[in-house]
Structures are given as C-alpha cells and as structure tokens.
C-alpha cells in the first residue's frame, strides 16, 4: 500500500513519524476531526493539472485551492482540478481521495500552501481512508522540496 511506500521512505531517511487508526472518514475535515487534529494542520492533497501537466496541490483541510490564485502563483496559463482516471493510475495501492503529499514518491511535482507551511507537526492520508500518518511540517519540507506558492 501507498502507507508502506511513505514508510519505507521516512525509515530509510531515520524519520520519527506517529501513525494514527481512525474509523472511515473521507473529506480532510472528517478526518481530521476523527485523529483530533486541527484542520490547518490536516494535510489534503488536491490533484491539479497545471499547463497539461499532474501536479499536487497541498493544503490545510480548512481551505480551498483557489485555481486562478494558484495559475498566477504558477505562472502556469491553465490551473484545473485533475480528474480521477487521469492520475489514479499513478496511485495504484492509494484508494481514490487518500493520497499522501508525497509526490516526490510518484514522479509529480508538490506545491504547499503557506499557510500549512506555518504548522509545526502536520498529519495527511497515507492511502487509505482509516490511516493517517503525522510528523514535523519541516522534515516534510526537507523529503518532498514542495514550492511554497498561494493557492
């Protein structure tokens, strides 16, 4: 599974991470709440096609990516939310809407909202809708090298 992918990763690096079980919840909101963690630091990763290209859009659960914001963040002339057979392909061991917000892991580029970027732990879907993992917002900025842009 994506979570093993993530886990293999973060071991190999020496990462200290915490892996949390939670009922099924779908929306970043819900998930949240069931691992207690606040929304502005629940990680939900959005897919968005950016000039042609798939790229992950990583947000706190309590916004919204705002497209025409993040195309001029971009410089990209066309921002659009990706649609699922375009890219769950690239996910096979993730159920469709837990991706975790390591693109670097699946060969696409990362953009992060500044306002995650403000958190000191952050937790996101690990590839499934019952798992979440958790750990600093800074060990996540040094493994993926996500661009900082608004969104």
């Known amino acids: 599974m ?4 993530v886990r293999r990763f973060l071991d190999e ?4 991470y915490v892996i949390m079980q939670h009922s099924p919840a779908y929306t970043a909101q819900e998930v949240a709440e069931a691992v207690h963690v606040p929304g502005r630091r629940f990680a939900k990763s959005v897919m968005v096609d950016i ?19 993040l195309a001029k963040s971009t410089g990209a002339k066309a921002v659009a939310l990706a649609k699922e057979e375009t890219f769950q392909s690239r996910f096979p061991d993730c159920e469709p809407g837990a991706m975790p ?3 670097n892991l699946f060969d696409m580029e990362v953009f992060v909202s500044p306002h995650l970027a403000q958190a000191d732990l952050i937790a996101f879907n ?3 809708h019952t798992e979440v993992m958790q ?7 040094r493994l993926v090298a996500p661009v900082e842009v608004a969104m």
């Not at 994506?2 to 992918?5: A, D, I, L, Q």
């Not at 750990?135 to 900025?141: E, G, I, P, R």
């Open 126 to 128: 690990a590839g499934s």
């Open 51 to 69: 000039d042609g290209r798939l790229a992950l859009a990583v947000l706190p659960a309590t916004d919204q990516v705002d497209l025409d914001r």
């Open 135 to 141: 750990l600093s917002y800074d060990v996540f900025d």
């Open 2 to 5: 994506s979570m093993e992918r």
């Open 101 to 103: 917000p390591f693109g």
């Open 13 to 16: 690096k020496g990462v200290k």
